[in-house]
């Protein structure tokens, strides 16, 4: 019950302060705003870069794997052919 009068006071009290300041309240959210946005367009440009690296270790992960699964393609040749010559 504390609570919810505390949060009623609290929303009564913001609304007051700001009808009376409603000026200043703009001019912080003119310089809030535009700072945030630079950051947030900072912060996607490093997850995005991020990303991209991640892809392109993707790819080199993939092609390494393919050259593995090759040479141990060729080893089993190998291995086929030597049982073959035992035998």
């Known amino acids: 019950m504390k609570t919810l009068i505390g949060g009623a006071v ?3 009290l ?3 302060g700001l009808t ?3 000026k200043p309240f703009l001019q912080v ?8 946005l630079l950051l ?5 440009l490093y997850l995005g870069f991020d990303e991209l690296k991640d ?3 993707k790819d080199e992960e993939d092609t390494d794997t393919d050259s593995y699964k090759k040479e ?3 080893l089993k040749k190998e291995i086929e052919e030597l049982k073959a010559e035992k035998a």
């Open 29 to 36: 959210l003119a310089g809030t705003i535009p700072i945030m």
């Open 14 to 16: 913001g609304l007051i």
């Open 55 to 57: 892809s392109w270790k």
């Open 10 to 12: 609290g929303a009564v």
């Open 20 to 22: 009376i300041w409603f």
């Open 72 to 74: 141990v393609d060729e």
């Open 40 to 44: 947030g367009g900072c912060l996607a």
